[in-house]
């Protein structure tokens, strides 16, 4: 009986090792896909006219065009 708790013990330990490094892993791919995304817009301003200044922080608008 005690074999089986110790190899049931151990699968856990093994399971959540893997879970935080999953973790990890998804925090990494969602910086990268962020830094994508701001290049993206970026691009995409640059494109129609409107050139991102890097000296002063955008206005930010929510969906309606209101700024927030």
Do not use: F, N
């Not at 190899?7 to 892993?25: C, D, F, K, P, S």
């Amino acid at each position: 009986m005690d074999e089986r708790i110790d190899r049931l013990l151990a699968l856990a330990e093994r399971q959540h090792a893997t879970i935080v490094e999953l973790g990890q892993q998804i925090g990494r791919q969602t910086e990268h896909i962020g830094l994508l995304v701001q290049s993206v817009a970026l691009l995409l301003g640059e494109e129609i006219g409107a050139p991102a200044s890097e000296d002063e922080e955008p206005q930010r608008l929510d969906m309606d065009g209101k700024p927030y």
